[in-house]
């Protein structure tokens, strides 16, 4: 068995890039939008605190000052990215972004939506903030645009679920993507490697329950520590290490070939952060982790969905 022909790119893995590439018939870009939401793991609804290596800012993109309106982030993003995408996807970034009445929403997604070359929505959100109203909402988007839904999870153990602070368990997972799926949504699942107490087995076994579920999409990233999270100061105490890029590369190609080969890798490395990073130094280098990662499978003789005894190489949207 070789790689599948249809990811058309020259990667051990099928990417986002080609993916999109491959649907469209042309690149499209992700424009990270902040619009003023919260997290409820945050703000007491949940928990306060949050996910313990969470910095407060949602994500590095928590805008300083007056926040800009959609229509003004998505205008300042298409400029930078001009030359290097004719089409956008409107990506809902910062904090939890289906947390508000479903009617705000639906004005800050069809603001996003109306500007031109805008042809999809990718919503970061949480398993436990995924109820009935924003699904119907979601599912009538993605009739007329391309939708997806990005729930983080992290890891499928849930001691490490309850460890790290996350505020929900596995089965909320499960059900959250029970309940998004069949309703022509794609739905991107957000894991960690290097999770305090996460075992080789762990990571495995979060990679594989994955794999077994009607998800189109992931995002992989190491475990940071940052300056002024919880998880920051466990590592400043020297209570935790961080993982080595070495067993990190190992690792992601281990997941990466128990994944179908028709999910989609939109990432393999955490970004940015920059001014408020502190461990793995290895990590910063986004470019080296990538071909490490492409590179290891390479010398395995491997791929993505080599080891997942799977038949079907043909995309199934
Ligand atoms: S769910 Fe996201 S925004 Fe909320 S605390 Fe965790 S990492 Fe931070």
Redesign the pocket.
């Known amino acids: 068995m070789a790689k599948p022909d249809f990811w058309k790119n020259s990667k051990q893995y099928y990417d986002l890039k080609s993916y999109w590439r491959n649907l469209f018939g042309c690149n499209v870009h992700k424009l990270q939008i902040d619009a003023g939401f919260t997290?409820p793991?945050?703000d007491g609804r949940v928990a306060t605190g949050?996910?313990i290596?969470?910095d407060g800012r949602?994500s590095n993109l928590r805008q300083k000052g007056k926040l800009p309106s959609v229509t003004e982030q998505i205008s300042s993003g298409k400029k930078y990215y001009t030359k290097q995408a004719a089409k956008f996807i409107a990506y809902f970034q910062t904090?939890?972004n289906t947390y508000a009445p479903v009617e705000k929403l639906r004005i800050l997604y069809d603001e996003a939506l109306a500007q031109e070359d805008v042809i999809g929505l990718s919503i970061g959100t949480?398993p436990d903030c995924v109820g009935f109203d924003v699904i119907e909402l979601l599912s009538g988007y993605a009739k007329k645009y391309h939708v997806w839904v990005e729930l983080?999870l992290q890891s499928s153990n849930d001691k490490t679920l309850q460890f790290i602070n996350?505020g929900h368990n596995f089965q909320q997972f499960i059900d959250a993507v029970n309940s998004l799926a069949g309703r022509g949504l794609n739905i991107c699942v957000h894991i960690i490697i290097g999770l305090p107490g996460e075992s080789e087995k762990d990571v495995l076994t979060t990679a594989r329950t994955l794999a077994a579920l009607p998800i189109n999409g992931i995002k992989i990233h190491c475990l940071l520590a940052l300056e002024g999270t919880a998880l920051g100061e466990m590592y400043k105490k020297g209570s935790i290490s961080m993982i080595t890029k070495e067993k990190y590369v190992s690792l992601a190609a281990d997941v990466l070939e128990v994944l179908p080969p028709q999910t989609v890798i939109q990432r393999l490395t955490a970004d940015g952060y920059r001014d408020i990073f502190l461990a793995p130094n290895w990590a910063m280098n986004k470019l080296d982790v990538l071909n490490s990662i492409n590179k290891e499978l390479i010398r395995r003789d491997s791929y993505q969905g080599k080891n997942t005894g799977q038949v079907r190489i043909k995309p199934f949207y």
């Open positions: 997290c793991n945050r949050g996910c290596y969470c949602g904090f939890t949480r983080g996350r």
